[in-house]
């Protein structure tokens, strides 16, 4: 029996090994010095014709050249880069990083501390945003490109017939909410989405909340707080009211009530012209945008959803050369433009309101759209992310899309718990050090 | 015995016999060079991922203070941990349960279905006339994708965009919403009967062509109506085509996944650990904890062996054993 399986027990055998080693080569990277060298960078990113924004470097630098490498999106290019940085290679030179994955890549050692490089280039950026990079830190982990500060959308229709007008306080938003849906039972002035873990987390920052945060040498972990808290048994309330809806946002279902005014309002960030563009085109012209409603108005704040910096990775080669680029995308004033009206994006700069002149095409008859969007910029609250955002906002969909589905303001509330146990118990569970 | 004592030599001859045994060594090796193509396929896609599913579900990282730093993370041995981390979880015995639900609703339905039309289109009348085009249409739906065939109901169950609520309201009639608490399961449920019915409609129908017609022919000399025919007759010879095609369903039943995370984002009802396999997704891409994932399929795997295995032996012998 012995003699006969031997051949069968190689073949496994080298199978194993050849699959083993196959995984474990590693390449420590070496900083290059020679100046006059020619160098190429990758750079991985979802934004669109971001390739034409990197022409214009290329024209400009011969010897660093960039090459973009189209990305599915925010999560897939993550995973992907999270695999590369395992197998020890295949990550890229440069990599767009949303800001609430940035601690988690940050704890997986995949983003190279670049302080040295582009500390110097802070003041062009909010304090808030900045924030977003440094995790508080000394280090730099990347530069901010685009921000999504948290904006009002409304169709200015609906508010005229009704006699409302655009609201200032969240109060106001209530009694706008009641008004329009007895006025007409099947409109809507906004639903609570479970699907959308990163608009509730800007909600939360508005009102002051900041999930995470880093004591000592531990990590806090506070989603259940009064802030949090706050936001919650208002949403509840509404949707237990019935005043708004609770399905989800981004479903062909909510595509057909953007379009067929039976949604007639969105909580939403600057980027959502492009949403309204593509879900609601029949309604252009209606619309309007509007400060955030505020909790206190005589101390406006805002909250962002979305956004993200641009990272070199810790297996660039040509780290040097890559902050260099970094930085020029994110704050060289042509980049910003090309930022702007190429990839459609709401550059994080300081500098961008005196570029971003004339409105999106969705907003064309609003005309200080931008200098809304740059107020609530102005306005965003210090929130700090933490190495496990994804299992806290796993936890949201689940609780929240029950607390929602079955229209109790106590369910949401009580959500807040489960949400702070799962995320403080994954973090115990994996090794961080957690305060309290 | 005697004939080789007799033609050998008491002493061998040292070159004839080394030359004779080279030919025996290499034949001996012939079967494994003509294995070798499928078993190192075997080795590299199947044997390594599973010693590597198993090894990773024994591991998990260790992070040491804020994480934040190089080096902060090590791989090190976790015993049984991820396993009894995984059977405790409060997620994971509700999506069992879940499963089991959508089970003995979709596999007796389906089998049910599949085998009521494969009976029709055998029997005699339909043979002969639109056989071939219901076949054909039934199915169809087997080769429409898991997704695309969710996102098609998909369509069909949200309240605003369906048609089906459309009509049902022009007539007067209060369209539940499929996508609620109470129906969610049969919503999803629906979706996999209609895709899979065809398939095992196809198996049961080739097994049933493939029996002697002399057999009818007796039974209706001794007065066996169709009805009786199909009972007592086609029915117990498909046996293991029934046999086979529910250890199929019980396998894919235990492995849902593509039709409700395809109609995940689309419901408050759907959560990401509503099957067993979502949890591996979660915990896998969600949560970049491939070692609990890991353990998960680990456990999933083994469920499934146990229980095909399990009912194969149990009916084993009534199926394959007509005679007796």
């Known amino acids: ?204 920052q508005q009102a002051g909340a900041s999930w995470w945060g880093v004591n000592g040498e531990s990590w806090t972990v506070n989603i259940n707080d009064a802030a949090t808290q706050k ?44 949403v309204l563009d593509g879900s609601a085109k029949d309604t252009k012209g209606k619309w309007k945008a509007a400060p955030m409603p505020q909790w206190d108005a005589a101390a406006p704040a805002t909250g962002a959803w979305g956004g993200s910096a641009t990272s070199v990775t810790t297996q660039s080669k040509h780290k040097k050369q890559a902050a260099q680029f970094v930085a020029w995308l994110n704050s060289d004033p042509e980049a910003l433009k090309l930022l702007a009206t190429e990839a459609f994006v709401y550059p994080a700069a300081n500098e961008s309101t005196s570029i971003l002149t004339s409105p999106p095409a969705f907003f064309a008859d609003q005309a200080d759209f931008y200098t809304i969007a740059g107020e609530a910029s102005k306005q965003l609250k210090p929130f700090t992310y933490g190495p496990n955002v994804n299992v806290a906002y796993s936890a949201f969909n689940d609780t929240f899309g029950k607390a929602a589905e079955s229209k109790k303001a106590a369910a949401f509330t009580e959500s807040l718990a489960t949400m702070q146990k799962t995320t403080v118990d994954d973090l115990k569970n994996s090794g961080f050090n957690v305060a309290g | 015995m005697s004939l080789i004592t007799t033609a050998a030599p008491s002493k061998p001859a040292t070159p004839a016999a080394a030359a004779r045994r080279r030919p025996a060594a290499r034949r001996a090796g012939t079967p494994y060079a003509f294995l070798a193509p499928a078993l190192i396929l075997f080795a590299a896609f199947l044997a390594a991922p599973i010693v590597y599913a198993g090894y990773l579900s024994l591991r998990k990282v260790k992070v040491s203070g804020l994480g934040l730093g190089a080096k902060s993370r090590t791989e090190i041995w976790a015993g049984l941990d991820n396993y009894t981390r995984s059977l405790t979880d409060p ?129 209706r000399i001794d007065g066996a109506s169709e009805v009786a025919i199909a009972w007592r007759i086609k029915i117990p010879i498909v046996m293991p085509s029934l046999v086979m095609t529910f250890v199929f369903s019980l396998i894919a039943t235990l492995q849902v996944f593509a039709e409700p995370m395809t109609l995940k984002p689309l419901a408050n009802t759907i959560s990401t650990t509503w099957t067993p396999l979502m949890k591996v997704y979660r915990d896998a891409f969600a949560r970049n904890d491939l070692y609990a994932a890991a353990a998960t399929s680990v456990i999933i795997a083994l469920a499934t062996f146990i229980l095909s295995f399990g009912f194969l032996k149990l009916v084993g012998r009534r199926a394959f054993n007509q005679e007796d």
């Not at chain 1, 509404?238 to 309002?265: F, R, S």
């Not at chain 2, 219901?134 to 996102?151: D, E, G, K, T």
């Open chain 1, 1 to 204: 029996m012995k003699t006969k399986f031997a051949p069968l027990m190689a073949a496994l055998t080298a199978a194993a090994l050849f699959t083993g080693t196959a995984c474990s080569s590693t390449d420590s990277p070496e900083e290059t010095t020679d100046p006059n060298q020619k160098v190429e960078l990758t750079y991985w990113t979802w934004a669109p014709n971001m390739d034409k924004v990197a022409a214009a470097w290329n024209a400009k630098n011969p010897n660093i050249q960039v090459t973009v490498n189209k990305q599915d999106g925010g999560d897939p290019a993550v995973t992907k880069l999270l695999t590369a940085i395992k197998a020890g290679s295949g990550a890229p030179d440069v990599m767009q990083a949303e800001y609430q994955k940035i601690p988690t890549l940050v704890s997986s050692d995949a983003l190279a501390d670049i302080a040295g490089e582009v500390g110097s280039i802070k003041d062009k950026f909010p304090a808030g945003t900045w924030n977003g990079v440094t995790l508080g830190s000394e280090a730099v982990y990347g530069v901010p490109q685009d921000s999504g500060p948290l904006m009002f959308f409304y169709r200015s229709d609906v508010f005229e017939s009704n006699g409302l007008q655009a609201p200032k306080t969240w109060d106001d938003y209530a009694a706008a909410a009641e008004k329009i849906h007895k006025a007409d039972p099947k409109q809507y002035l906004g639903t609570f989405s479970a699907n959308d873990a990163g608009l509730f987390t800007g909600l939360a």
């Open chain 2, 91 to 219: 997620d994971f015995l509700p999506s069992v349960g879940r499963v089991g639900a959508y089970g003995l609703i979709v596999v007796p339905t389906m089998l049910g279905l599949a085998l009521l039309f494969a009976l029709l289109l055998d029997a005699n009348r339909t043979r002969e006339t639109v056989g071939k085009f219901a076949r054909i249409s039934i199915f169809l739906p087997y080769a429409v994708p898991a997704v695309v065939a969710s996102l098609l109901w998909g369509f069909l169950y949200l309240p605003r965009v369906s048609p089906i609520n459309d009509t049902l309201e022009a007539l007067g009639i209060s369209a539940p919403n499929l996508l609620s608490n109470d129906l969610t399961l049969w919503a999803v449920a629906n979706i996999a009967v209609w895709g899979g019915t065809g398939f095992n409609m196809i198996v049961i129908y080739t097994a049933l062509r493939a029996v002697p017609t002399s057999l009818y022919e007796s039974a």
């Open chain 1, 231 to 274: 936001v919650a048994a208002y949403w509840g309330g509404l949707v237990e009211k019935g005043v708004i809806d609770n399905k989800p946002m981004y479903t062909p279902e909510w595509n057909a009530a953007l379009n067929d005014g039976t949604q007639v309002g969105w909580v939403s960030a600057v980027w959502a012209p492009g």
